[in-house]
């Protein structure tokens, strides 16, 4: 049931486009992995040279300049860590960063780590044993042995009463993108972010998970802070997770509560062109607006979703 009042409009931007095929991808990304291995120490290009380096250098590329290779050559690394609650341990994140200026990088980093605290969160909630190896046979997966408040959320936003291979589906896919995150410190596998100038025939894409790279375009950081964590969780279950968006994002009423906590509507709303439409179960087990609306009503309460 939908309850009446106000609702907000329809989002502003599409938030990003399907992942690349890797496979067509693969023949670059040698091309790449030689560019960033030349890692600068300090001494970074300011935005506007970095700008002007890929407009003079993008000109070049026949097809779109976001998922060519860095002209200028240049990458440089961060390595973020924060104490994981539960087990007082330390974890590390390492990713690289391309084109980004001091402070864009500063909100990055505050992100990737909101971000990795709450998917670990969800994991958590979701039986998931990082320690343990997984063994699909022997473990107990059963919806019904998750708590109360996991069942309800995952029934708002996946479907109620989720058989075995459900459960492990969405636990995969957050599993492979803590797993991109706890592997990042390890040679070859840290997180790649570029920060680009906003796409010609794409004037309203916030962000999208490129063939190496996650690619952030300047209305992503127009975006909350949650939301942003939100976008950032969205690509990265692309990039690592395998999701599409079949053209269809949720409405941010989704995601409203009443003061007493309770949501404004009792499902969440998509839309595809401007149009409502509704998502089969199969679809949005594989949809990266799915997982990242999940994350966004439940685990990211910390994260201000306030410009
Ligand atoms: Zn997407």
């Excluded at 079949?246 to 309770?262: I, W």
Aim: include cysteine.
């Amino acid at each position: 049931m939908m309850t009446t009042g106000m609702i907000p409009g329809p989002r502003k931007h599409h938030r990003c486009r399907s992942v690349f095929s890797r496979r067509v991808a693969s023949g670059r990304r040698r091309t790449r992995a030689a560019a960033t291995s030349r890692f600068r120490d300090g001494n970074r290009l300011k935005a506007s040279e970095l700008r002007r380096a890929w407009v003079l250098d993008a000109s070049g590329f026949t097809d779109s300049p976001m998922d060519g290779v860095d002209p200028t050559g240049k990458s440089e690394e961060v390595s973020v860590q924060f104490r994981v609650t539960e087990s007082s341990k330390r974890l590390t994140i390492r990713f690289a960063h391309d084109f980004f200026t001091d402070a864009h990088l500063t909100i990055l980093t505050e992100r990737v780590v909101q971000m990795a605290k709450a998917v670990g969160r969800a994991l958590s909630d979701l039986n998931f044993q990082p320690a343990v190896k997984m063994d699909v046979g022997g473990r107990v997966d059963e919806f019904d042995s998750l708590s109360g408040s996991v069942q309800s959320q995952l029934a708002r936003w996946f479907g109620n009463n989720l058989p075995n291979d459900e459960v492990r589906k969405i636990r995969g896919i957050f599993g492979s993108v803590w797993g991109a995150i706890v592997n990042s410190p390890k040679a070859f596998s840290r997180l790649n972010f570029q920060d680009l100038p906003q796409p010609k025939d794409a004037p309203t894409r916030v962000a999208e998970a490129g063939w190496n790279n996650i690619l952030l375009y300047p209305l992503f950081w127009d975006e909350t802070p949650r939301r942003q964590v939100g976008v950032l969780f969205h690509e990265m279950t692309h990039f690592y997770g395998g999701t599409k968006d079949f053209g269809t994002y949720f409405k941010d009423v989704s995601l409203a509560r009443k003061k007493n906590g309770e949501h404004e509507v009792e499902s969440p709303v998509y839309e595809k062109d401007g149009n409502e439409v509704t998502l089969t179960r199969e679809q949005r087990l594989n949809h990266a607006d799915t997982y990242e609306g999940y994350l966004e009503d439940f685990y990211l309460d910390d994260v201000s979703n306030k410009k």
